[in-house]
Antibody, heavy 120, light 110 residues
Framework: QVQLQESGPGLVKPSQTLSLTCIVSSGSISSGDYYWSWIRQPPGKGLEWLGYIHSSGSTYYNPSLKSRVTISLDTSKNLFSLNLSSVTAADTAIYYC????????????WGQGTLVTVSS | QSALTQPASVSGSPGQSITISCTGSSSDVGTYKFVSWYQQHPGKAPKLMIYEVSKRPSGVSDRFSGSKSGSTASLTISGLQAEDEADYYCCSYANSITFVFGGGTKLTVL
């Protein structure tokens, strides 16, 4: 059973960089044809896809955030990370990591989510 | 990329069937067969219910079914149960390797 767990600061100051990690248990993130994804949900609102990284290391980002988002793999720790730069209050959200089984929106395993608040 | 359009809310009585629509465009739903649906209970992570328009993951009840016509996808829940009360989101693959979600639909079981 694959499990994902997000971790990182719950509070980030405006203009700084939001950094989160997602530890994956059961199986290596660098093997298999999977896409390791980040999705966010502002409180009381809908979901937004941020991007994903293939197990080979190729990355794909939401065009609306592309200049601010970076996703990377750390195979030694079996985790992947999200960096979102120049944050504003609009980036306040629950951030989820998930596994996309096909690269076409087949998000079959999700983390529990972590709330990140952007405030001074 | 604009969000997909879903009704804000739908309701039904136990045992009834309901359908949630998800309208996109030729840039997403209308072109690609990669529409998925997620169920989200309050305070919980989304759960995959349907992928590739009409496929059900292992463990998901066959009361849930998906379809697509043109630029509109649909999720149908038959034999409505109290536990089905949740928010439902559609998601579609879109041009330039991106994904767009719907705004979400709140299902109330009366």
């Amino acid at each position: 059973q694959v499990q994902l767990q997000e971790s990182g600061p719950g509070l980030v100051k405006p203009s700084q960089t939001l950094s989160l990690t997602c530890i994956v248990s059961s199986g290596s993130i660098s093997s298999g044809d999977y896409y390791w994804s980040w999705i966010r949900q502002p409180p009381g609102k809908g979901l937004e896809w941020l991007g994903y990284i293939h197990s080979s290391g190729s990355t794909y980002y939401n065009p609306s955030l592309k200049s601010r988002v970076t996703i990377s793999l750390d195979t030694s720790k079996n985790l992947f990370s999200l960096n979102l730069s120049s944050v504003t209050a609009a980036d306040t959200a629950i951030y989820y990591c998930a596994r996309d089984r096909s690269g076409y929106g087949h998000l079959d395993y999700w983390g529990q989510g972590t709330l990140v608040t952007v405030s001074s | 990329q604009s969000a997909l359009t879903q009704p804000a809310s739908v309701s039904g009585s136990p045992g009834q069937s309901i359908t949630i629509s998800c309208t996109g465009s030729s840039s997403d739903v209308g072109t690609y067969k990669f529409v998925s649906w997620y169920q989200q209970h309050p305070g919980k992570a989304p759960k995959l219910m349907i992928y590739e328009v009409s496929k059900r993951p292992s463990g998901v009840s066959d009361r849930f079914s998906g379809s697509k016509s043109g630029s509109t996808a649909s999720l149908t829940i038959s034999g409505l149960q109290a536990e089905d009360e949740a928010d439902y989101y559609c998601c579609s693959y879109a041009n330039s390797i991106t994904f767009v979600f719907g705004g979400g639909t709140k299902l109330t079981v009366l």
